[in-house]
């Protein structure tokens, strides 16, 4: 299902529509507690063809994750991203951009704490002509909201 996410202006009051996100998930439960710690508005939503979502979407195999969050610009969050590194994005996002994405599943990303362990990893700005280029490099682990796994 899509997941509506609204970044708030002010925890928990006025929501700000420009960077309402819409979020596709398989299981991300994790993911979400991190966004809505992050004064993001959840609304989680199961398409019945999460593939043919992201396909239609631009999201090429090799960039995608279990979940996928879109925008009202329709900008698309493909995966683990840290939601510091989402409200960086929309601030000002470049010329020509898709969205951001973290490729599988990385051990200590948001949403996927697993105790100590943990595993650098970049993030992705992706073109709207199906091209990648860095975005940016989670070197330390990020503060996490939920239990780890």
Request: glycine share 6%; proline share 9%; with cysteine.
């Amino acid at each position: 299902m899509p997941i509506t996410l609204q970044r708030l202006k002010t925890p928990r009051q006025s929501r700000n529509p420009s960077t309402s996100i819409k979020v596709l998930v398989v299981a991300v439960a994790n993911w979400v507690s991190h966004i809505e710690a992050a004064d993001f508005s959840v609304a989680v939503h199961h398409p019945s063809d999460l593939n043919k979502l992201k396909d239609d979407k631009g999201i090429l195999p090799r960039y995608q994750s279990c979940h996928t969050a879109i925008n009202q610009e329709g900008y698309v969050f493909e995966g683990h991203i840290p939601a510091d590194v989402i409200k960086r994005f929309l601030e000002n996002p470049p010329a020509n951009a898709l969205g951001l994405a973290v490729p599988g599943m990385p051990v200590g990303s948001p949403g996927m704490e697993m105790g100590d362990r943990y595993d650098e990893y970049d993030v992705l700005l992706l073109g709207k002509d199906g091209s990648s280029t860095f975005f940016e490099h989670i070197a330390k682990k990020q503060p996490s909201v939920v239990d780890p796994i």
